[in-house]
């Protein structure tokens, strides 16, 4: 079980300063003290049938039951969760299912996941615990973790309740506190959650970030540590020779890896993980299913992720990004340079600023502009088609 508490604020969460020689980016914490071999062996065995992690999302809030882990069985009165929180756990899974070789799948139902997510009204622990209890992690005796987060405690600071978020599912993927020394190791040597790492070293820290800025992501720490536990995705094997001038290329089965040349290319990849490059010219680009690598190149290029988690980076030119079903990223975009986003003007939509940019949520998935403030863009960019 974790606990993440503001106990005692004024002197618990108190930023310092390190003076010991560690370093806050890169690799600076051994993986073994971010392992929690016990927390690693019980999300391997919920995922032994099939090699999927599958996780449940209860977004429309309200009365539900839940195992409670060691609070016992109870109802609770949940919350919805945002469509911005929805679109900001999904990308984080989008991103480790390309680093991590462990397989992520949403669930309709809580009962069929492995990971249940709800937004609670709030967390009492009762003797067990003091202060406020700001995110918890339990496993259920239904099979799986239930991970619970503090919504009207962290409604009014987005970047830490996503903080939060990442630390809880960091316990259900098998992370451990820095301070931890059951298992006989710790960040120096130090049980103290307030002296230990930074947040900036492991999304697993309690601490103030020493920078003032929470992490957006699991730090290299915390991605080295996971690797560990679940191996890196291996590459996709093979790569395709690159197309010919004025080529029209499909490729239906198997993950592609195509390349267009000097002239406007017309690129589509199919069912699985494709990569595709448009370089030189004014591309059409089309991943079709699948977790997808799309890159424009130079000339103004007509992007589209298709189905799955995709990647996209327009480069140099005036692109066009068609917004698709999945959780997408969109890299470089830049509405100056004349970009602009596609989408079906039967489909509501709805913008607002996130953590790591823009976020363009629809009911069939989400769109963020990496790095993009959303006071740089007006109604212009997108073109309703």
């Given at each position: 079980?974790?606990?993440?508490?503001?106990?005692?604020?004024?002197?618990?969460?108190?930023?310092?300063?390190?003076?010991?020689?560690?370093?806050?980016?890169?690799?600076?914490?051994?993986?073994?003290?971010?392992?929690?071999?016990?927390?690693?062996?019980?999300?391997?065995?919920?995922?032994?049938?099939?090699?999927?992690?599958?996780?449940?999302?209860?977004?429309?809030?309200?009365?539900?039951?839940?195992?409670?882990?060691?609070?016992?069985?109870?109802?609770?009165?949940?919350?919805?969760?945002?469509?911005?929180?929805?679109?900001?756990?999904?990308s984080t899974v989008a991103r480790l299912d390309?680093?991590?070789?462990?397989?992520?799948?949403?669930?309709?139902?809580?009962?069929?996941?492995?990971?249940?997510?709800?937004?609670?009204?709030?967390?009492?622990?009762?003797?067990?615990?003091?202060?406020?209890?700001?995110?918890?992690?339990?496993?259920?005796?239904?099979?799986?973790?239930?991970?619970?987060?503090?919504?009207?405690?962290?409604?009014?600071?987005?970047?830490?309740?996503?903080?939060?978020?990442?630390?809880?599912?960091?316990?259900?993927?098998?992370?451990?506190?820095?301070?931890?020394?059951?298992?006989?190791?710790?960040?120096?040597?130090?049980?103290?959650?307030?002296?230990?790492?930074?947040?900036?070293?492991?999304?697993?820290?309690?601490?103030?970030?020493?920078?003032?800025?929470?992490?957006?992501?699991?730090?290299?720490?915390?991605?080295?540590?996971?690797v560990q536990i679940w191996g890196a995705e291996?590459?996709?094997?093979?790569?395709?020779?690159?197309?010919?001038?004025?080529?029209?290329?499909?490729?239906?089965?198997?993950?592609?890896?195509?390349?267009?040349?000097?002239?406007?290319?017309?690129?589509?990849?199919?069912?699985?993980?494709?990569?595709?490059?448009?370089?030189?010219?004014?591309?059409?680009?089309?991943?079709?299913?699948?977790?997808?690598?799309?890159?424009?190149?130079?000339?103004?290029?007509?992007?589209?992720?298709?189905?799955?988690?995709?990647?996209?980076?327009?480069?140099?030119?005036?692109?066009?990004?068609?917004?698709?079903?999945?959780?997408?990223?969109?890299?470089?975009?830049?509405?100056?340079?004349?970009?602009?986003?596609?989408?079906?003007?039967?489909?509501?939509?709805?913008?607002?600023?996130?953590?790591?940019?823009?976020?363009?949520?629809?009911?069939?998935?989400?769109?963020?502009?990496?790095?993009?403030?959303?006071?740089?863009?007006?109604?212009?960019?997108?073109?309703?088609?």
């Amino acid at each position: 079980m974790c606990v993440l508490c503001e106990r005692a604020q004024a002197q618990a969460f108190q930023a310092g300063e390190i003076d010991d020689g560690r370093v806050l980016k890169g690799l600076s914490i051994a993986p073994a003290v971010l392992i929690d071999e016990g927390s690693a062996a019980l999300t391997r065995q919920f995922t032994a049938t099939d090699g999927v992690l599958d996780f449940y999302l209860h977004t429309p809030g309200g009365p539900v039951v839940i195992d409670g882990g060691g609070f016992g069985l109870q109802v609770i009165q949940s919350l919805p969760i945002s469509l911005e929180d929805q679109a900001f756990f999904r990308s984080t899974v989008a991103r480790l299912d390309a680093i991590l070789d462990l397989d992520f799948r949403e669930s309709a139902t809580a009962i069929g996941a492995d990971v249940d997510l709800f937004y609670d009204t709030q967390i009492d622990l009762g003797e067990a615990g003091s202060g406020t209890t700001v995110g918890l992690a339990t496993t259920s005796g239904f099979g799986g973790w239930e991970l619970f987060i503090n919504e009207p405690e962290l409604a009014n600071d987005e970047n830490f309740r996503r903080y939060v978020l990442l630390h809880e599912f960091g316990h259900a993927l098998g992370l451990e506190h820095p301070f931890e020394a059951a298992d006989g190791d710790t960040v120096n040597g130090s049980t103290n959650p307030w002296t230990s790492a930074f947040p900036e070293e492991t999304v697993m820290a309690y601490r103030l970030p020493l920078s003032g800025v929470w992490p957006e992501f699991f730090t290299d720490n915390d991605l080295q540590a996971l690797v560990q536990i679940w191996g890196a995705e291996p590459l996709a094997p093979g790569v395709m020779p690159d197309i010919p001038l004025q080529t029209t290329a499909f490729f239906e089965a198997g993950p592609d890896a195509l390349t267009g040349a000097s002239s406007a290319d017309v690129l589509r990849g199919g069912l699985a993980n494709d990569r595709l490059l448009g370089g030189v010219g004014d591309d059409r680009l089309s991943g079709g299913d699948g977790d997808d690598l799309i890159q424009g190149g130079e000339g103004a290029d007509w992007l589209n992720g298709g189905a799955g988690n995709d990647q996209l980076w327009g480069d140099g030119g005036a692109d066009r990004f068609r917004l698709s079903a999945g959780f997408d990223v969109i890299g470089g975009f830049d509405a100056a340079a004349g970009d602009r986003l596609e989408l079906s003007s039967d489909v509501s939509y709805r913008v607002a600023q996130g953590v790591q940019g823009v976020e363009i949520s629809t009911a069939f998935g989400a769109t963020t502009l990496l790095g993009v403030s959303l006071a740089s863009l007006d109604s212009s960019v997108i073109n309703l088609v």
